[in-house]
């Protein structure tokens, strides 16, 4: 017998985007049904940002107590991965039913199970135990993303594996080649260098981090390689062999147009994701744009009325929290109002350490629209605490218009991404560089450098010669 | 023979409030001489923040590895306080040839030696070598504090020691009674406690870090309880023996108004400090006030016309940013600007684990002073990256007016001392909940906790329930 439900707004997809829309939808008093296949809290909570998080931590303690010449019997210190992953998945299960219980408690209906469009506002879901038909008003789709594969190497889970297998790893292999030198790569990459991997990261594009502040990924790539990560740029994989002990992967090497050849126990895919765009694809790919992102308006509408689209579904930057602000607008929208989503004030991060994030207009994104922007760069050797901490590699960038509003911060530092959320904010209120400049900043912290960075653009600095 | 010098203007002290004002001075195309009669940077770079955080961050590291389950071999770490000791000086002196560097090249004369005021304008500087008469058209007094004694316990070097003296003891003793709980007894007491020194920390007040938000104040003592520092309130100290193995010091528990009696190796005096304003005092008593702080209008001038002074000196809270804040306002206002310090825009930290950061209104004062304060409070238990750090003890508080507008926020969190620069700004523009609350933070930061504060306080808090 099949179960019908009527609703106001019916979620697809319980990650991030989706339970945040959820929530949203209670908040406006409406009756919202949330639909996953798999489990609440999607990639992010479960196979994501929060299982990485813990490890980078965990890994970073490790580092940090093996390099400091302070601490006595530090050569013999091992990481226990075992531990780390009973703990990892502790935290995982706690937070996801931390999401459950905040859905239950806002009334929020969590169907389990495979959703289908029947019309375009009637969906059926399907699980092992019943299939329930919903009839909504409107449709938020929040089905996300996996990682891509390439055409000469899929996945198959033991021997080349994506984000989520190899997180669950029983144990860390001795060597890892990881395809792809994006925020993904980098980390995961930090993390089995931190416990003894040998870990080498194939870029095919000519530097790390693509499309971030040039400067600043480049001197990231500098910095992890000194840590032992060996990343090698304009790398083209074009075969892939299994082996019976692990990976044997060629191609050419673009720079010299030479061929390469590597061997590695294990393969990480980390060269981009790829939408779950199937529900809307098989009914009509017209809604489907490159990629086969779903493509919405700036209210975030597909071209099917009453029917939104949010997060990595939709492409862009495929962040957690844009999907989560995005859940927001579409469930706000989908209630009556016209909330526009502005990409330029949307903070991304990538937690190596140091850390890089980044806000806004790059300098070279400003130079190409045909601003002419006022840039200038604080290096953290000017930084007090920086010196303190012993960590002085990284960097503060700030991009200015002419008239000296802030159109862009970009930050190469330990816990830069908690401190561009000051620079998000003064993006996204177009604060001027004296609003940052004559903030009083605590002293010593690193945060200062977002002073100085804009003291400096006004020939102001104090620690460090202005021009 | 006396050697003469005509400056636009004299500053006397070369920390961080002096020298900021010189720096700021060159800017603004003045000669400026500079007056130190002890090490520039003064007590914050040689004998404060600066030795106190390198040592707070490399503890903190040791700390963190004994405690991960997660690191094998952790139980026998042991920290080498000698190293620590040499990287202290290091980089000390990297900082200090920093400051002189940026002073030099500024154009800024640096003079050392011991001044003293012959006319109001006319300075004269003794050091071993010469004596300089310097005339000036203004005067900044930058002459810092000292850690303030008690009438029965005076530091003596050997077994009662000021912050100074203990930064740079050869070894840490097994056993220090900490006097005063406030930010440099907790930091102090985090620094001793982490290399296995038994600390008892003593406060005549009825909590620590008196003048803070309560119950972040509160939550921090206990949490530092749990770290193994006994922190006891309510004591007062009346006598004290130096023995020959250690201290003993007596009073009373005023809470059941009975003795004690408590014995140390070394005793650290960090009940307050006291103004070094002898240079004034000697001269001209009435420009100094209650606690012998030198008095100030709002544009930073004292009694004396065209004789400014600033940071711990003129009292308020004796801290470096606000010093160098000071220091930048006073050579503006001796340059014809009108600057007027506004003190809710000052945040503070304390760099223990958690940091507590802090700006603009407490709760308490909020009250005290008749408004009727919108708070709200968002636990670290909500927070995804806290959870996956495991460091969930903290909770961020934001207070608001009816208006909704940010007047103040209260941080007890890792990296509290970054975050608080977001909400110093919010403070500072007058920024309201929903600015706040509606900027995108990265996932999953602790700064996310910002924006949930503030969505909470509009009841509409995402990862947690809503009234």
């Known amino acids: 017998m099949i179960k019908r439900e009527k609703v106001d707004t019916v979620i697809i997809g319980a990650g991030p985007g989706g339970y945040v829309a959820a929530l949203r939808g209670s908040q406006l008093k ?6 996953e296949e798999d489990k609440v809290g999607g990639t992010c909570t479960n196979y994501g940002c929060i299982p990485t998080k813990f490890l980078l931590h965990e890994t970073q303690v490790l580092a940090e107590a093996k390099r400091s010449p302070r601490i006595k019997g530090r050569e013999a210190l091992q990481f226990d991965w075992a531990e780390a992953q ?3 998945q502790k935290i995982i299960d706690r937070l996801v039913k931390g999401v459950e219980f905040l859905l239950e408690k806002n009334g929020v209906k969590l169907i389990k199970g495979k959703a289908r469009f029947g019309d375009k506002r009637l969906i059926s879901v399907v699980s092992p135990e019943e299939e329930i038909l919903i009839e909504a008003e409107k449709v938020i789709l929040a089905t996300g993303s996996r990682a891509a594969e390439l055409s000469c190497l899929q996945a198959d889970g033991r021997k080349v594996l994506t984000s989520r297998e190899v997180l669950e790893l029983k144990e860390p292999p001795s060597s890892l080649i990881i ?3 994006g925020a993904i790569g980098l980390e995961m990459g930090s993390i089995f260098s931190r416990v003894g991997t040998k870990v080498i990261i194939l870029e095919i594009l000519p530097r790390p981090l693509p499309g971030s502040d040039r400067q600043l990924a480049e001197r990231l790539g500098r910095i992890l390689k000194r840590q032992g990560i060996e990343i090698q740029t304009e790398m083209r994989v074009e075969k892939a062999e299994v082996l019976s002990g692990g990976v044997r992967l060629s191609g050419t090497c673009l720079k010299t147009n030479s061929p390469f050849s590597l061997e590695a126990d294990l393969v990480l895919l980390a060269a981009g994701r790829r939408p779950n765009s199937e529900i809307v694809r098989d009914v009509d790919s017209r809604l489907c744009g490159r990629g086969g992102f779903v493509q919405v308006n700036q209210f975030l509408e597909t071209a099917w009325k009453d029917v939104y689209a949010v997060g990595d579904l939709i492409g862009g930057k495929l962040l957690a ?12 929208n989908a209630c009556g109002a016209h909330q526009v989503l502005e990409p330029q004030n949307i903070p991304l991060a990538v937690f190596t350490d140091p850390e890089l994030a980044s806000v806004g207009w790059t300098e070279e994104e400003a130079q190409e629209i045909g601003l002419r922007p006022r840039v200038s760069v604080f290096p ?34 330990p816990s830069a991404s908690e401190m561009i959320g000051e620079m998000t904010l003064a993006v996204r209120l177009g604060l001027k560089l004296e609003d940052i400049g004559r903030t009083i900043h605590v002293h010593p912290t690193l945060s200062e450098a977002l002073s100085e960075v804009s003291l400096k653009a006004m020939n102001q600095a104090l620690h460090l010669l202005n021009d």
Not at 30 to 35: C, G, P, Q, S
């Open 179 to 181: 395809i792809g030198a």
């Open 86 to 88: 009973k703990t990892r």
């Open 321 to 332: 929290h844009k999907a989560m602000h995005e859940g927001i607008l579409a469930m706000e």
């Open 30 to 35: 409406k009756k919202v049904a949330l639909i």
């Open 380 to 413: 953290l050797q000017a930084s007090g605490r920086a010196v303190a901490m012993e960590k002085t590699e990284g960097l503060v960038k700030i991009v200015a218009d002419e008239a000296g509003k802030i159109i862009g911060a970009h930050i190469l530092s």
